[in-house]
């Protein structure tokens, strides 16, 4: 690949789309139409892989994966795919001589920002793997119009701005009007019996279309391309003209609308469920056509759907998905006239469920009647499954048992799509091993004793070329030094090889030296958006995720305070100088979050302003925290903070990007963190807090936050200081009781005063650390050298071996 194009010819290349599709000179070209123009050089070079691999997959017959998601937070492209293209320099060396900056023109590209938070992440992350490592992959999502919102910063609340980022993001896009498929919606079922077979006849319903906008995925260090389906959503019916004044133009605008919507935004909730007609017409939208469309293949090839099984798996990202599976059963009844038994042993072992999340609120459970009236043929399907699973269960438990009632699909007028999917699918897994041990043992506890052989743990892991290769340029070129050339980049235990040179003085100095640059290269970029001066000299302890109680950005803001507070008491109150950076979006209806978000800009507004911190503690709210600025920050970071409570974090992936660029953890034991925590040992993270079962019987016990405000003299100075307000003026009385006395619900339901004592502890025992420099670059040293297990290429290999059966590149 890198023979084939030099920098001649790709600067030929690039000319080429200039003239052709905007009439320009590369003097006359604007910086979006530059990017546009190097996004078609490799869109054209990725589709001669994809046609190839296509047809490589067809003739050999080899079984394939289709990851169907809700999310794919793919971020930006272009130089990307040139890495993994291995064109990176001849890329950047053509736009150079064309008269521009590489850098500019990779930052002119929006964000695909189709995902959330943690599981889009993942999916984009996972694409990836599944292609360098060579599987026949498909990932399949709603081509939505509007990603997740731009955060915008406004006297310190949340203002959520439109993410049109199609006018650029398309020059990825495929449009295939040829493989359109129709979704129908509504309407009612009539039954035609025939003896004992029946026809049922979906009448009086609307129809969707689905048309395909594929993206072409491209691997490191291989010709194999994968595609990343997004459904656009059209209206059958064109707004005709003729119509106007017979009242039927305007039924046609309102169906058009009532079409299109479907694909016009992202929810933006994240771990919180809300039973939105909107959401479901979504799911069975893009699973719909999704499904259809695997089939359509799979019938032109094979002449019929018997074999299906063995060609396909489907691995369904979180519950959002699951109306795959009444969707094949619909389709291997009616369209192929199988009977229930046949259909249904094809599609139990063609589904596979990934579980995201154990929190309560984030549970799937569409209303009974909504559900219906959409989807008529998809809910006698999923009754029918129902019923006989109801009856399955009854037969082992005895009629009546308060296990048949937990483990029911359909149950008090709701359809409990995690139910769904656990006695449908071939496998069920969680994202880490404390994650997939409370899924056997609490959230799924009765299903797994009937199927133990179901329950499965796949540890989540990241692409470590982009966090790594390409984020991260200066740590990759010091990885290629000391473990011997790039392999590292294909074979992630190779970063073990690091591991030499933990007592290396050179190396360590070199490896902070790193971590000195990458922070001022991020600090040159924060001044040039915010303006704001960022204290390259003091630690950068660094949170960012999304915003949720759960993950407890409170805790660290009440450290902080608490950190504030004995600086200005006592002048000679030892610690190190830090920089708290925090970036978070928060779902735009939770409330609780946006106050949060609010503190955190009232604390930074007083403590930045306040002489007493200079150059010893600064507060930086971080806006609009996404893909791209996730690849600045996180070679620049130093201590991630990790501090969700015990249990409810699944796994965490940021975790591990900040672990292979080299930042230390404080965190708890949740998670992935757990599994980070073996790999180190205890002298090379920072861990503190209740563990899960700490949680758990602390909380049989009985868990009375107040008993902890009351004991701890820090704590009711924080909670004083929170309530009488910042420089602003601001009371945050209301996040205060929320801790102590409950505010209409549990006091302090994550347990934040619990941990409080032991996060501070932790946090000087970073201080400590962190005064030896040697010391902290030899830890974070051997964090690298031992994240290589947290490759998405690790995980990919795991779903393949246990759960997909498919093999993959050595
Ligand atoms: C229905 C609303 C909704 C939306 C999104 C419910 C749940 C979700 C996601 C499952 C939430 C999510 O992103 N979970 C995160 O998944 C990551 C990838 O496995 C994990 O690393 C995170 O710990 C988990 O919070």
Not at 90 to 98: D, H, Q, T, V, Y
Not at 117 to 143: F, K, N, V
Not at 227 to 252: F, I, Q
Request: overall charge negative; hydrophobic content about 40%.
């Amino acid at each position: 690949m890198t023979d084939t194009y030099k920098k001649d010819r790709l600067t030929q290349l690039i000319l080429g789309k200039l003239q052709r599709n905007f009439g320009r000179t590369a003097d006359q070209a604007t910086k979006e139409q530059m990017f546009k123009a190097c996004a078609m050089v490799l869109r054209d070079i990725m589709g001669s892989n994809s046609l190839a691999t296509d047809k490589m997959v067809q003739f050999e017959q080899q079984r394939q994966v289709h990851y169907l998601s809700m999310e794919f937070l793919m971020g930006r492209s272009l130089e990307k795919n040139a890495f993994n293209l291995g064109v990176l320099k001849p890329l950047k060396e053509a736009i150079k001589f064309l008269g521009f900056d590489p850098g500019e023109i990779f930052e002119t590209e929006p964000d695909a920002g189709l995902g959330n938070g943690g599981l889009g992440r993942l999916a984009a992350c996972y694409l990836e793997a599944m292609t360098t490592l060579e599987i026949p992959a498909t990932g399949y999502s709603i081509c939505y119009e509007l990603g997740i919102f731009k955060q915008k910063i406004v006297d310190g609340q949340q203002v959520e701005l439109a993410d049109n980022w199609l006018d650029l993001g398309d020059s990825w896009l495929i449009t295939k009007t040829d493989e359109t498929e129709e979704v129908k919606f509504g309407g009612h079922i009539v039954d035609h019996w025939e003896g004992n077979v029946n026809h049922p006849e979906h009448v009086g319903y609307t129809s969707v279309l689905a048309v395909p906008r594929d993206m072409i995925i491209a691997g490191y260090d291989t010709d194999h391309a994968n595609t990343l389906r997004l459904w656009d959503a059209k209206s059958p019916t064109p707004v005709d003209m003729s119509l106007y004044s017979s009242g039927e133009y305007l039924k046609a605008v309102e169906q058009q609308a009532m079409a299109e919507v479907i694909a016009k935004v992202l929810y933006p909730d994240d771990n919180h469920y809300e039973g939105k007609s909107l959401r479901l017409r979504q799911q069975y939208f893009f699973v719909s056509a999704t499904v259809q469309s695997i089939a359509r293949k799979h019938r032109a090839q094979y002449g019929t759907l018997k074999n299906f099984h063995e060609k396909h798996v489907l691995q369904i990202n979180d519950t959002h998905p699951a109306l795959v599976i009444p969707e094949l059963m619909r389709i291997l009844l009616d369209e192929e006239g199988y009977d229930w038994d046949t259909a249904w042993e094809i599609t139990k072992q063609s589904v596979a469920y990934t579980n995201h999340t154990v929190l309560a609120e984030a549970l799937e459970r569409w209303p009974q009647e909504l559900f219906e009236t959409l989807l008529p043929r998809i809910w006698d399907i999923v009754r029918e499954i129902a019923r006989r699973y109801q009856e399955e269960l009854e037969g082992h438990f005895g009629q009546g048992d308060s296990r048949v009632a937990h483990m029911a699909i359909v149950w008090d007028n709701e359809v409990r799509m995690a139910n769904l999917c656990v006695c449908a699918c071939r496998a069920v897994n969680g994202v880490s091993a404390l994650h997939s041990d409370i899924l056997r043992h609490d959230v799924f506890l009765e299903p797994c004793r009937l199927e133990p052989d179901k329950f499965k743990n796949v540890t989540n892991g990241i692409d470590h070329r982009r966090w790594i290769g390409e984020a991260n340029p200066a740590l990759a070129k010091l990885l290629h030094d000391c473990t011997g050339g790039d392999d590292y980049l294909l074979h992630a235990d190779k970063l073990a090889e690091l591991e030499k040179f933990a007592d290396d003085k050179k190396v360590l100095e070199r490896l902070g030296k790193i971590k000195a640059d990458n922070k001022k290269r991020f600090a040159e970029f924060v001044k040039a958006e915010s303006g704001i001066v960022l204290n390259t000299d003091a630690m950068f302890d660094v949170q960012v995720k999304r915003l949720h109680e759960y993950k407890r950005q409170l805790l660290n803001v009440l450290h902080i305070v608490y950190l504030y507070q004995h600086m200005k008491e006592d002048p000679h109150f030892e610690f190190q100088p830090r920089v708290c950076l925090f970036g978070a979006k928060a779902a735009p209806g939770y409330a609780v979050a946006k106050r949060i978000i609010r503190l955190i800009n009232s604390v930074a507004d007083t403590v930045n302003n306040d002489p007493a911190c200079k150059d010893r503690l600064q507060v930086v709210f971080l806006e609009n925290y996404r893909v791209s600025l996730a690849e600045k920050l996180m070679p620049a970071s130093e201590l991630s903070e990790q501090i969700s409570l015990a249990g409810k974090e699944a796994s965490g992936t940021g975790n591990m990007k900040f672990m292979m660029n080299g930042a230390l953890t404080i965190g708890t034991l949740d998670g992935a963190n757990v599994e980070m925590h073996e790999q180190v040992g205890d002298d090379n993270i920072f861990i503190f807090g209740l563990t899960a079962r700490g949680v758990s019987k602390l909380r049989e016990k009985g868990y009375f936050a107040s008993d902890y405000y009351m004991d701890d003299p820090d704590l009711k100075w924080i909670m004083k200081r929170l309530n009488d307000g910042f420089a602003d003026g601001e009371s945050y009385n209301d996040l205060v009781r929320r801790l102590i006395s409950g505010d209409g619900c549990p006091a302090d339901e994550y347990m934040l005063l619990a941990d409080f004592e032991s996060y501070k502890v932790a946090h000087q025992h970073v201080d400590e650390a962190y005064r030896d420099p040697m010391k902290w670059n030899r830890m974070s040293l051997i964090n690298i050298a031992r994240s290589g297990v947290f490759s998405a290429d690790r995980s990919i290999r795991n779903y393949a071996d246990t759960i997909w059966d498919v093999p993959y590149r050595a």
